[in-house]
T-cell receptor, first 116, second 112 residues
Framework: DAEITQSPRHKITETGRQVTLACHQT?????MFWYRQDLGHGLRLIHY???????NKGEVSDGYSVSRSNTEDLPLTLESAASSQTSVYFC???????????????FGEGSRLTVL | DAKTTQPNSMESNEEEPVHLPCNHS???????IHWYRQLPSQGPEYVIH???SNVNNRMASLAIAEDRKSSTLILHRATLRDAAVYYC?????????????FGTGTRLKVLA
């Protein structure tokens, strides 16, 4: 079955370190998204991509970067981790089926990052 | 991106219908109304979506006001497994973008 997987599921790191969270989907979806979820803020969009070599900034992109070198993967990098980036991170993908199409988002199980 | 407003929390008794409201007074003509829900310790999952007409699927019904400035997600018989955070989201399909901007949602508590 097609799926979307995130790794690692849990990570503890120190302030200032570079961290990369992996996201891999096997649906061959063009659209991929990264969100962070914090208490009281719901899900906030960090970066998104509509295809290979395409990346776009979301609502809270400062301190994060992504790259899309193939259809299946959209890794999220924290260049210099800060305590404010302690959060649960969700990756999602969708087919983007055109106006009115479901464009259903499929989410991974999340990666819990703690920055000390 | 047009915004939505939802109550922070709601309660329902098991086996009873639940009506989850959403206000979106600044909705544009090309915005589709989507609902997702997030079960504890999981990523969100799709529930239903619509443009103007009411919609039904196996999970829920979506009732859209005639002026489209509000909508209601209807769970016909709430079960304990329906306890989740429900998000109402507007998506502008004609812009060619498919990003979803989530709000804080409504936390539904189902009482046994």
């Amino acid at each position: 079955d097609a799926e979307i997987t995130q790794s690692p599921r849990h990570k503890i790191t120190e302030t200032g370190r570079q961290v990369t969270l992996a996201c891999h989907q096997t649906w061959n979806h063009n659209n991929m998204f990264w969100y962070r979820q914090d208490l009281g803020h719901g899900l906030r969009l960090i970066h998104y991509s509509y295809g290979v070599q395409d990346t776009n900034k979301g609502e809270v992109s400062d301190g994060y970067s992504v790259s899309r070198s193939n259809t299946e993967d959209l890794p999220l990098t924290l260049e210099s981790a800060a305590s404010s980036q302690t959060s649960v991170y969700f990756c999602a993908s969708s087919a983007g089926t055109g106006p009115g199409g479901t464009g259903e988002l499929f989410f991974g199980e999340g990666s819990r990052l703690t920055v000390l | 991106d047009a915004k939505t407003t939802q109550p922070n929390s709601m309660e329902s008794n098991e086996e009873e219908p639940v009506h989850l409201p959403c206000n979106h007074s600044t909705i544009s003509g090309t915005d589709y109304i989507h609902w997702y829900r997030q079960l504890p310790s999981q990523g969100p999952e799709y529930v239903i979506h619509g443009l103007t007409s009411n919609v039904n699927n196996r999970m829920a019904s979506l009732a859209i006001a005639e002026d489209r400035k509000s909508s209601t997600l209807i769970l016909h018989r709430a079960t304990l497994r329906d306890a989740a955070v429900y998000y109402c989201i507007l998506r502008d399909d004609l812009s060619g973008t498919y990003k979803y901007i989530f709000g804080t949602g409504t936390r539904l508590k189902v009482l046994a």
